[in-house]
């Protein structure tokens, strides 16, 4: 909660928080994402194998039933990681319109002083 008008110290403080905020939710991004896509390899390869596996065994319909439940341990860890990967995405998006804002206030601030 504000209790008057923003100092540049006060701004500035502001913008190197958020800063290491961009920078930890970039780095768990980029951790997310690796997890997120060798969960959908392992998914897809899982699932493939198993369709293999029943060759000529039954319909096609039943293949994908089976090769679906045998994979489903995979398919559920590829979404969770899918949803905190386009979560952190977001976040990181509002980090950066924060900065912005925060920049545009420095500059007032800057220029109310000086002038």
Known sequence: M?????????VEEK??????????EAERFADLSAQRAE???D??????????????????????????LR??????RWRI???????TQSKLT??????DALRTIAANVRKSVSG
């Not at 913008?15 to 930890?24: A, G």
């Not at 994979?71 to 559920?76: E, G, L, Q, V």
């Open 2 to 10: 504000l209790q008057g008008p923003l100092t540049l110290g006060e």
């Open 71 to 76: 994979a489903s341990n995979d398919y559920r």
């Open 15 to 24: 913008i190197i928080r958020l800063c290491e905020v961009l920078d930890e």
């Open 94 to 99: 509002s980090v950066r319109a924060q900065l």
């Open 43 to 68: 998914f897809k390869y899982r699932h493939a194998r198993t369709f293999v596996e029943q060759a000529g065994k039954s319909s096609v319909a039943t293949k994908e039933a089976v090769a679906h």
């Open 39 to 41: 969960a959908e390899a």
């Open 81 to 87: 990681l899918e949803a905190q990967e386009r979560a």
